[in-house]
């Protein structure tokens, strides 16, 4: 038996980039996705395609998008950029499809996961697309280790928003602040959010970026493995 090192009861994950790969689920759809239209698939769609897409979804967190507008307009873009001419909702829909099967973790993840459940309650906080979200989760080898799974797209509130973060407390019945870690690889989405929240939070920086935004994470974890130094 493992020893709890803090006082934490729950510790919310956000998904995509902390505990999933999603760089490379987005490259493999992306990739595949042009050959099931029967293009042949250039690597720089790809550094296009997230140039518009970070743009995008910075909006939304802003509340200046809406997700179904959101997944469309970024092909039409995409394929404005690039000067190719295909259906922007046909493309996005099969995308869709082909991305709710990336259910690729990143290193460590399904390790460190397993540790902590032991003594604590787990969580995933996601800004994403219930059509994909779902499906990844739920093929995933780490989908029983987490208690709940709150999705943006289901609950029409987005990280960083504070009625985000209302839904989930109801969902996991409304532990004291104190209770609560968010750990997650957005300083704009879930450490500025967890912040705003009044929620102890762990920016995982892999890259070693630098945080010059006006707030500040309470822990900073490189790799995953680094989360037992203090949990």
């Known amino acids: 038996m493992r020893i709890k090192k803090s006082s934490y009861n729950w510790l919310l994950f ?16 992306l990739k595949n996705t042009f050959e099931n239209f029967n293009f042949e698939f250039k690597y720089f769609y790809l550094d296009e395609y997230h140039k518009i897409n970070d743009f995008l979804w910075k909006e939304y967190e802003r509340g200046n998008i809406k997700q179904d507008d959101l997944k469309v307009k970024r092909f039409y873009l995409l394929f404005e950029k690039i000067n190719m001419t295909l259906t922007p909702g046909s493309f996005s829909r099969k995308y869709l499809v082909n991305l709710s099967k990336g259910n690729f973790l990143l290193p ?19 800004n994403g697309l219930k059509e994909v979200q779902r ?37 996991i ?9 968010v750990i997650g690889d ?15 939070t762990c920016w995982f920086n892999p890259g070693q970026a630098i945080n010059n935004l006006g ?9 995953l493995k680094e989360l037992l130094n203090f949990l």
Do not use: C, M, W
């Open 14 to 29: 956000d998904a995509d980039g902390t505990l999933f790969d999603y760089d490379l689920a987005e490259k493999t759809a």
């Open 186 to 200: 957005s300083l704009t989405s879930d450490i500025k959010g967890g912040i705003n929240y009044g929620l102890d």
């Open 215 to 223: 707030f500040q994470e309470k822990y900073e974890v490189a790799n």
């Open 108 to 126: 460590d993840a399904e390790e460190i996961v397993n540790v902590l459940r032991i003594n604590y309650k787990l969580a995933i906080i996601t």
């Open 135 to 171: 499906p990844r989760f739920e093929s995933s080898t780490i989908k029983n280790s987490f208690e709940k799974i709150i999705i943006s797209d289901e609950i029409n509130a987005a990280k960083p928003d504070g009625k985000y973060f209302d839904v989930v407390f109801n969902e």
């Open 173 to 181: 019945n409304n532990p004291g602040k104190k209770e609560v870690l």
